[in-house]
């Protein structure tokens, strides 16, 4: 089992900052790659960002491109997604996501709103 918990999701205005973190723990050797998704209200979940274990390939959604960064620290286990100039379409829940051969496990969320 992995346990997943997402943190950093407040009210920000557009163009601001915002950094998540997901803080994985349990049995994370089984894991092959992380991931953040996002969902908002009356749209299917979406994925935003992956990464690899070793943190070496990273690939992105169209939508967030350039201004996303997701980003791993093996020591602590968590892994980040920097959002910069963020925009009122970025709003969402935001989920973390662990991929191993056989399991997929999920978060609870945090909640990102972009808003003046």
């Known amino acids: 089992q992995v346990q997943l918990v997402e943190s950093g999701g407040c009210l920000v205005q557009p163009g601001g900052s915002l950094r998540l973190s997901c803080a994985a723990s349990?049995?994370?050797?089984?894991?092959?790659?992380m991931a953040w998704y996002r969902q908002a209200p009356g749209k299917q979940r979406e994925l935003v960002a992956t990464?690899?274990?070793?943190?070496?390939?990273?690939n992105y959604s169209d939508s967030v491109k350039g201004r996303f960064t997701i980003s791993r620290d093996n020591v602590k286990n968590i892994v980040y997604l920097q959002m910069n100039s963020l925009k009122p379409e970025d709003t969402a829940i935001y989920y973390c996501?662990?991929?191993?051969?056989?399991?997929?496990?999920w978060g609870q969320g945090t909640q990102v709103t972009v808003s003046s």
């Open positions: 349990g049995s994370i050797f089984s894991i092959d790659f």
């Open positions: 990464i690899t274990m070793s943190g070496r390939t990273v």
């Open positions: 996501n662990a991929l191993g051969s056989i399991s997929s496990y």
